[in-house]
């Protein structure tokens, strides 16, 4: 069973505009959450991350929304580059599992 | 500060051979993880050591896979007798003490099996 669902596996944004990549998870235990940026051949490189007890966290041009009534959170980039196509993974934690769970990712694509 | 590194990033085998892997963590982080990423998937977790100990092994780590951490620092993950399902992209990852949650992830050891 997939506790964190990317629904758009993909999405272009004109660059300077505001890329929104979403994210929706099952179980009500997770505490942590964090979007990790995948380029071809590479692994996963860690981008920014939010505790449930906060709803916003923002670093430079990446802001993470966390609404957990509707166990969803979101992944703001602004202004878009060429350079932020990738595919980009949303990750979950629950207190006391030593693993994250996975969404099935978001390939962004960025036109110049 | 180096990241995390594997060795080798790419490897052929045929049907029933074994294979092993190398992970190197960041150099002050006690805790390494195994992940197995199939094509359309995210990273789906495998087993996970705190220095040497491997406290949790996932459902998808068959019998045939074995992830030893000797002495707390670099980790190998060996497959044998390979099946055509073990094709995958392997990934390692790592996390400090201090920020336990938060996973750095090493470039991945392609493994395509023939």
């Known amino acids: 069973d997939q506790q964190v669902k990317q629904n758009s596996p993909s999405l272009s944004v004109q660059e300077g505009r505001i890329s929104i990549l979403n994210c929706d998870y099952t179980?009500?235990?997770?505490?942590?959450f964090l979007w990790y940026k995948k380029y071809p051949a590479e692994g996963p490189t860690f981008l920014i991350s939010?505790?449930?007890?906060?709803d916003k966290n923002e670093d430079g041009r990446f802001t993470v929304f966390l609404n957990k009534s509707a166990k969803h959170l979101s992944l703001h980039i602004v202004p878009s580059q060429p350079g932020d196509s990738a595919v980009y993974f949303c990750?979950?934690?629950?207190?006391?599992?030593?693993?994250?769970?996975f969404g099935t990712g978001t390939r962004l694509t960025v036109i110049p | 500060d180096t990241g995390v590194s594997q060795d080798p990033r790419h490897k052929i085998t045929k049907r029933g051979q074994n294979v092993t892997f190398r992970c190197d963590p960041i150099?002050?982080?006690?805790?390494l993880y195994w992940y197995r990423q199939t094509l359309g998937q995210g990273p789906e977790f495998l087993t996970y050591?705190?220095?040497?100990?491997?406290?949790?092994k996932s459902r998808l780590l068959s019998d045939r896979f074995s992830a030893e951490r000797p002495k707390g620092s670099f980790s190998t993950l060996e497959i044998q007798r390979t099946e055509q399902g073990d094709s995958a992209m392997y990934l390692c990852?790592?996390?400090?003490?201090?920020?336990?949650?938060?996973?750095?992830f090493g470039p991945g050891t392609r493994l395509t099996v023939l």
């Open positions: 990750a979950a934690s629950a207190p006391g599992a030593n693993n994250l769970f």
């Open positions: 939010i505790s449930s007890i906060k």
């Open positions: 179980n009500s235990m997770f505490d942590y």
């Open positions: 150099s002050e982080h006690n805790r």
């Open positions: 050591f705190q220095n040497e100990a491997q406290l949790e």
């Open positions: 990852a790592s996390s400090s003490p201090v920020a336990q949650v938060t996973q750095y």
